[in-house]
């Protein structure tokens, strides 16, 4: 899990945009393309929940609340997922997470925070 690592988290205005990404090491990650990618939030005094996902065939889901503003993506060639945010809203504040799973096979990364303030 130590081997799963986030990272594009800051500060930025509302409306404004980051790009989050997820990189796994060749040594976690045999086979990437194969593992499901899955973001996660979660804010102060709130449960985590799950934000966009990416199966390793490439379909996406997303929350609603963030449905037309972020978008999934991965790059298997660099053993990476991408989770572009748009129109980021003071809600999105929160860490997020990544994790990555293969049936038996289940990874975190540290996180990585996201404020979204004037």
């Known amino acids: 899990q130590v081997q799963l690592v986030e990272s594009g988290g800051g500060l930025v205005q509302p409306g404004g945009s980051l790009r989050l990404a997820c990189a796994a090491s060749?040594?976690?990650?045999?086979?990437?393309?194969?593992?499901?990618i899955t973001w996660y939030r979660q804010a102060p005094g709130k449960q985590r929940e799950l934000v966009a996902g990416?199966?390793?065939?490439?379909?996406?889901n997303y929350a609603d609340s963030v449905k037309g503003r972020f978008t999934i993506s991965r790059d298997n060639a660099k053993n990476t997922v991408y989770l572009q945010m748009n129109s980021l809203k003071p809600e999105d504040t929160a860490v997020y997470y990544c994790?990555?799973?293969?049936?038996?096979?289940?990874?975190w990364g540290q996180g990585t925070q996201v404020t979204v303030s004037s």
């Open positions: 994790n990555a799973y293969f049936h038996a096979l289940d990874y």
């Open positions: 060749r040594s976690t990650f045999s086979t990437f393309s194969v593992y499901r």
């Open positions: 990416i199966t390793s065939a490439g379909t996406t």
